[in-house]
């Protein structure tokens, strides 16, 4: 079974953004950049499933320019057995990004296409859902556990009251929770593998689809800033401070 | 111009939330319709048609949608959509699964979590877990949009739509639902309480998340947690407040053995009055917190529920 996994190379997690002084956009200039958290998690279940023998392929595939090469390295240095870079300079909507990744899926015919819920850039949340529509797959998203059995894998998805847990024919498309799976730090013999596995480049524009953005950024602007409060001393000092200052306890 | 705001219900009742996107329904402007997609969910539907600025109510009851899986769901959304401009659905779980996929099968984006409405195609979302507020204009035919909650004031429920039934019945035939581990909990939903109680990893375990139920049972209040909590096992998937948990914003957040990471931040910072109690001073959740105790959570909030 073939396993395709879709990665975003994003602003790393622990940096906080700044937003550009003319408000056009945020400023990602000298920020560190690293793999989207959700999509490690990704890489993590495909290797995972190829460890379990259940997969025989792991492939991750990137849209981006050059520099997406970096994560998709790391992907490889993680376990995925190849990559694939479509290069494009624009910023997609994640309706493009889906319809190049149906591309993809039609040429690679994977049993099982894992991606992240989101992208902690966007905060879009709709790729994998998009690319479900579009290739006509069942989708078990927000996924902490899968299960694949036979001609169908089981997904347990975190939803607003609890879990719930889905059956989906293969082949499926799963988007990762937090839960799924702790990824695995890469060792240094692997790093220096992963420089040898095959890494195939293509163009967006080859692909024949209309790429065209369905939005226009209009601004881009700081939220309002909390000013830090006060420390009191005392639990009764708080009470008195919610109940009288705060007005929010009676 | 008309629009279509799916609610979101557990079959028995209506989901406060849906109140909410329907104000942002009301700041598009245009005859608004409730779609209530369900299985035996004549409550539902009767509950709907009071909420006010609701025109119709079209109800979908049938097995197909009991589950209200996104194969099945957004096959029945996208069958309605010829007629209407703006789809728009709650940025919860439901309509985070289903809703990209409506988008999709209409050849069009969807513009995710918006938390104020500038015109007919122009929105405004928090973008780098919300560090950065973004407005973008759609320039799409279609919008499909979710909205979070957070942004809009309820609209009230006196109202009286008309109740249509439509016999669409899709299944997809491709997933079926297998089971839910639900939680099950006397206090208020995370997203509709006016305050809120979160612990975090300086809770050490799930069994001290009790000395939070007596402050919560004198406060009305919800619980909830940080991710760091719910990985290790103290309490449930469903409490995480965050970027990519919960997203609330109560009268009254307290923070307890929280450090305020930004993805924390992301899901609660919009709260109109924050506490933080953690024993570390230099802590960057103090930078957000109205009023903070630096001080041991173990020794303040025994005090804390003897004093309210
Ligand atoms: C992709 C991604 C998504 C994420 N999404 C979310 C999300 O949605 N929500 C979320 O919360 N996090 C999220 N995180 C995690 C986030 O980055 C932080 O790791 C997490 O919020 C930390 O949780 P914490 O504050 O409980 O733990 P810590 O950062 O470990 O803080 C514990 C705090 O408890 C205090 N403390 C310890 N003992 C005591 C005591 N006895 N008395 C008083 N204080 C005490 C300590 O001083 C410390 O400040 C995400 C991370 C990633 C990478
Ligand atoms: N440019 C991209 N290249 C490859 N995969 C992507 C890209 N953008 C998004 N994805 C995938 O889609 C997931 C969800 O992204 P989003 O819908 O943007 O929140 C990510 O975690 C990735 O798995």
Redesign the interface.
Known sequence: MKVLVPIKRVIDYNVKVRVKADNTNVDLANVKMAINPFCEIAVEEAVRLKEAGTATEVIAVSIGDKSCQEQLRTALALGADRAIQIETDQNLDSLNVAKLLQKVVEEEQPQLIILGKQSIDSDNNQTGQMLAALTGLPQGTFASEVKVDGDKVNVTREVDGGLQTVALNLPAIVTTDLRLNEPRYASLPNIMKAKRKPLDVKSAADFGIDLSPRSTLLKVTPPSERQAGIVVETVDELVEKLKNEAKVIS | MSILVFAEH?NNELKSDTLKTVAAAQAIGGDIHLLVAGSNCSAVAEQAAKVNGVSKVLVADNAAYE?Q???NV?LLVTDLAADYEHILATA???G??????????L???????IIGVESAD?FVR???????????????SKKVITVRSTGFDAVATDGNAEVVNIDNATD?G??????????VSERPDLGAAS?VISGGRGMQNGDNFKLLDGIADK?GAAIGAS?AA??AGFV???MQVG??G?IVAP??YIAVGISGA??HLAGM?DS????AINKD?EAPI?????????GDLFD?LP??EA??
């Open positions: 557990d589950h899986l996104a194969e957004s919860l779980t439901t985070k699964n289903f809703m990209p996929r409506v988008a999709a099968m050849d069009v984006a969807q513009i995710s979590d122009t928090p973008i780098y877990a919300g560090n950065a507020i973004a407005t973008v204009q759609s320039l799409d997809a491709t997933s079926r639902h297998v089971s839910d581990e639900l939680t305050v406060l991710r719910v990985d449930a998937n469903d970027q990519t919960k009268d009254l930004i993805q910072k109109k009055v924050i506490v001073a103090f930078q957000v917190a109205d009023y903070g105790i630096v303040v005090e804390l004093k309210l």
